[in-house]
């Protein structure tokens, strides 16, 4: 059930971030890619900041936080 519910949460935390910084998701393996790549960033800034993230909501809060940064860092790097 962990690996389904990963799925998820990066499924709409990419879909969320996808419409936050351009407007559109990535499709659906896409948007998965960008959200779970996403929590780890996003799972990795909280800890600096001394956050914790608890729950399905804390989860895809996390993992959407991740995925802005991550698609404002690739934004940044192809435009510069």
Do not use: D, E, P, Y
Request: aromatic letters at 8%; a positive charge; glycine letters at 26%.
């Amino acid at each position: 059930m962990g690996l389904i519910l990963w799925l998820i949460i990066g499924g709409l935390a990419g879909w969320i971030a996808g419409n936050i910084m351009r407007g559109g998701g990535f499709g659906i393996l896409g948007n998965i890619g960008v959200g779970v790549v996403g929590a780890v960033i996003g799972g990795f800034l909280f800890s600096l900041l001394g956050l914790q993230s608890g729950g399905f909501i804390g989860s895809l809060v996390t993992a959407t936080v991740g995925a802005v940064v991550l698609l404002w860092v690739i934004s940044k790097v192809r435009s510069g």
